[in-house]
């Protein structure tokens, strides 16, 4: 067994030095200081205690140091699993029970076994089922959803609901209870983290900062609102005043233990656990792809299967919730420096002496702050115009976009991603089932051949070539059937049929029994059938078939050949259209 493929440290822990080691101490402490305020945010979204996004951001990114592939992603919770996280424990238990953080630990161990059963199965390939436009909008409508749901603590109301609906008619009806002290912390929260991110960077540049330096300060403004808000509420004892604090956050580091063991409990989350652990998936990735392009690096999916599924496991045996790796972190992290894995590593201690140390000043933490970092967090997330693009490049794209977003915003996250996967595959299957397919000619003077819609070619009524531009399977079998004896029904000269094969890379059983068809009518209509440019996979699949012992035909390397062959030096026909 190759120790590397399933222990990618290997590849960099031998030539670990002092630089890269400086290099990623400095990440890890930008990072860390990022990453505090977003996984207390986080649990409290995901209806968590503060303290269970502190320990989902220690384990397990020590463990994806060791199991992951990607040199700057930055694994922990972050706002869509922690959207997902709530919408699964909702029917089973009451937010803040310990019935519901039994439920969030099974979770994230759920998750993770899913994660590396795939891994090991090598199945990374199933997040390409997940379509960019799908995956596009149910993030759009997570964002919507997400920053609707932290209104009522900008507001200082109560408030509930898992969509759009249920939260905006929930907070109509709470919207005169609104706490004033909570409105000037969250609003004021809200209003400077809004400012830094547009005005702070350039504001230091202006100064004098270097770029790099001041890009950075710019991601870790929220901890500046963190501190300032958090001194506020003490001096002032603003808890007094309604304004909601974080509260009594438990120090120290997280015990380990197995999750419940309770088969109801995991079968009522199974649903949950898959799609938490393919959309996070996803979302890693993307993530760590763009990051290792940018240095010519490269991950490996289905290790990072294992990778975020030994994360996740972790997280669930140290009392956590479900990670994967985060947007704004890993972009933070890699513009920091990081150069290896250990940064996370790094990152994890700084996470552990936080807990130790710092949770009796956490107490003092509004969670209107809390509330106004995950709005402006996941204001990046929604994209809006995204719908008018693709409404333009592709009406069928669009409409499976579109009903994600709806559902997901109207009645829950699971229900869009499903809606928006199902789509996608029918869509698929719609377009593959009726395949592009057109008669060629040759362009005069070349070995060229090309539609006789668009280019002026030559043709000759005796031979016709038919280009077919997909692969041939169960789905459009038949509708192949079809367009040939059309073909021929309307050409009465016809001698010879040519399907020229340059797109097809499959052809499956039933598409198989197909050609066999084909090729006996056209035998008994007096037509000889033929191939062309039949690729070396198809082809050798073919040869074990009786497919070519019968064809009435001839298979040629090239449609040129054919062309040659077959029309000699007849005087070809002129069709200019």
Known sequence: ???????????????????????????????????????????????????????????????????????????????????????????????????????????????????????????????????????????????????????????????????????????????????????????????????????????????????????????????????????????????????????????????????????????????????????????????????????????????ELIGLGAANVSSGLSGGMPVTGGFSRSVVNFDAGAETPAAGAFTAVGIALATLYLTPAIAYLPQATLAATIMVAVATLIDLPALARTWRYSRPDFGAMLATILLTLAHSVEAGILAGVGLSIGLFLYRTSRPHSAVVGRVPGTEHFRNVLRHDVELCPKVTFLRVDESLYFANARFLEERVMDLVAGEPALKHLVLVCPAVNLIDASALESLEAINERLRNAGVALHLSEVKGPVMDRLKNTDLLANLSGEVFLSTYEAWQRLIGQSVAQRIIV
Not at 85 to 90: E, K
Not at 158 to 163: I, M, Q, T, W
């Open 1 to 303: 067994m190759n120790v590397k493929r399933y222990l990618p440290l290997m590849d960099w822990l031998p030539g670990y030095g002092r630089s890269q080691a400086v290099n990623d101490l400095v990440a890890a402490v930008i990072v860390t200081v990022m990453l505090i305020p977003q996984s207390l945010a986080y649990a409290l979204l995901a209806g968590l205690p503060a303290q269970v996004g502190l320990y989902a951001s220690i384990l397990p990114l020590v463990v994806y140091a060791v199991f992951g592939t990607s040199r700057t992603l930055s694994v922990g919770p972050v706002a869509v699993a922690s959207l997902m996280t709530a919408a699964a424990l909702a029917p089973l238990a009451q937010a803040g029970t310990s019935e519901y953080l039994i439920g969030a630990v099974v979770l994230a161990t759920l998750s993770g076994l899913m994660l590396m059963a795939m891994g090991l199965l090598r199945l990374g390939f199933m997040a390409n089922f997940l379509s960019h436009p799908v995956i596009s909008g149910f993030i759009t409508a997570s964002g919507i959803v997400i920053a609707a749901s932290q209104l009522k603590h900008i507001l200082g109301v109560e408030a509930s609901g898992h969509n759009l609906l249920e939260i905006v008619n929930s907070l109509a009806g709470s919207i005169g209870q609104t706490n004033g002290a909570t409105v000037a912390v969250g609003a004021g929260a809200l209003l400077f983290l809004l400012v830094a991110r547009k005005r702070l960077n350039p504001l230091l540049r202006a100064v004098g900062l270097a770029p790099r330096l001041a890009d950075i300060l710019t991601k870790t403004a929220p901890i500046l609102a963190v501190l300032v808000t958090t001194l506020l509420a003490w001096q002032l004892n603003l808890g007094a005043q309604g304004v909601k604090l974080v509260g009594q956050v438990p120090a120290g580091l997280p015990s380990l233990a197995l999750p419940s063991l309770d088969w109801g409990l995991w079968q009522q989350l199974a649903v949950s656990a898959l799609l938490i652990s393919v959309v996070g998936f996803v979302e890693s990735v993307s993530v760590g792809q763009t990051l290792a392009a940018k240095r010519r690096q490269r991950i490996d999916p289905d290790q």
